[in-house]
């Protein structure tokens, strides 16, 4: 449509026939989270932009240049959509007080926005999943974070992904590996580009992070946090590690792993893959322990992770197993008053009894109707025409498969559907 309004630029449509295959994926992940004991937590779109300047921290990428951010006309408010679930989880915490009773496993679904350059596996909208273990101290619910993830890859039949960890270890280490990070970089200053030169003072752990390729032999070059990490970072690290070899999880310490938002500590994490060409990063996470201190509750320690629903269905798309949309159990054919009538009834009664139907509507002839039940994707057709119900019956053919067709009575046509889509299911 040239003239008309078209959806932003970078938010996309999900139209029937693909929104099946998201909501295949949301019901495999949903009975995955609980599998593991967590409970889903639904957020606003809109919070307060303090709440993400506070927490992601200001000399981010996200808060700098990719959130979409307003004053609202009516009360002065700054809202802002929101770029990530996690600060939106630990505030709903903190208001609500769900520490009180003890630690929480918490997972949500939803819709983030930032506003970068749109290109494949990268859009202004996008969708995650991601799972919070808030008043956890230990490694283990880190490690566990990390088996979960390998548990879902299985699941789905991937493969060719890869785990890298790094630690941050604690604010005082970071600080004096910044120090020496800083100074590394400003005897170099005359080698790197516009962007590590802005960063190098206001967030210089993100220089590390830069995918330009001229950069790359700087940043191998550049001190590593590991080396200033303290004998409590240490321990808890590997902790990590050894449940990690006790599972037989394979995994990569990558000392260049940072993340982009600056509440992580200690444990950081990314699996990531090479079949999705720039956009390799799958899953992400780590610890923020200082987070819910920050944002104005009770000090806990929290680890958590998100994982971009476009990328693994792009990757299961990538390996074949993207899931196929499924049909009806039956489309109901009906043709004459009296049968047309009698569909609502019989429709109902099938849905009572548990059977997914699509009932025809808007009339046509029989040869039509049975094309529109054919393309439906049903199992089976329900057939009701006048002379069929005067007689109370109704045919029931089957649609997948070379099989007669057989009238039935009306009175049992939930047992007969049943008995020939169960039948189905043993074969």
């Known amino acids: 449509m040239s003239a008309g309004i078209t959806a932003v630029r970078g938010m996309n449509d999900i139209l029937p026939g693909e929104s099946e295959r998201w909501e295949a994926l949301e019901d495999v992940l949903r009975a995955w989270l609980r599998g593991y004991g967590y409970r889903n937590i639904r957020t606003p779109i809109l919070e307060q932009t303090a709440l993400f ?32 679930a996690t600060a939106s989880t630990v505030r709903a915490a903190i208001e609500h007080s769900l520490l009180y009773p003890g630690p929480q496993r918490l997972y949500y679904f939803g819709q983030m926005f930032r506003h970068e350059r749109p290109q494949k596996g990268r859009y202004r909208q996008f969708h995650q999943v991601g799972a919070e273990a808030m008043g956890f101290a230990g490694p283990d619910i880190d490690a566990e974070q990390m088996l979960m993830c390998q548990r879902l890859w299985d699941d789905l039949g991937l493969s060719g992904i890869s785990l890298h960890i790094n630690s941050l270890g604690s604010l005082p280490e970071r600080v004096t590996h910044r120090e020496a990070l800083v100074a590394y970089l400003r005897d170099n200053e005359a080698y790197l580009d516009e962007d590590s030169r802005r960063r190098m003072h206001a967030n210089p752990l993100r220089v590390l992070d830069s995918k330009n390729p001229d950069l790359q032999g700087l940043i191998a070059g550049a001190p590593r946090l590991l080396d200033y990490l303290g004998d409590d970072s240490l321990k808890h690290f590997d902790g990590v590690q050894t449940i990690l070899k006790d599972a037989g999880i394979a995994y990569v310490i990558n000392p260049r792993l940072v993340r982009g938002l600056d509440y992580y500590n200690l444990t950081v994490f990314e699996w990531v893959t090479d079949k999705l060409g720039a956009q390799g990063t799958v899953c992400g996470g780590g610890r923020y322990d200082g987070l819910m201190e920050q944002l104005g509750g009770k000090p806990a320690p929290a680890c958590g992770w998100a994982m971009g629903i476009e990328r693994l269905l792009a990757l299961m798309a990538k ?25 609502f009834r019989v429709a109902e009664d099938l849905r009572a009894a548990g059977f997914e139907v699509v009932q025809h509507c808007g009339g046509g002839s029989f040869k039509s109707q049975m094309k529109k039940a054919d393309a439906s994707g049903a199992w089976l057709a329900v057939i009701l025409g006048d002379d069929e119900v005067a007689a109370g019956e109704a045919t029931l053919k089957p649609l997948r498969e070379e099989k007669a067709q057989q009238r039935v009575k009306i009175a049992a046509i939930a047992d007969a559907v049943g008995s020939h889509l169960f039948q189905e299911d043993e074969a």
Do not use: H
């Open 53 to 84: 300047r506070r927490a992601i921290g200001e000399t981010t990428d996200i808060v700098e240049k990719e959130m979409y951010s307003f004053v609202d006309d009516l009360n002065g408010e700054r809202l802002t959509m929101r770029p990530e």
């Open 319 to 343: 390996e074949g197993q993207a899931t196929d949309a499924a049909g009806p159990d039956v489309y109901l054919v009906n043709q004459g008053e009296l049968a047309s009538r009698s569909a």
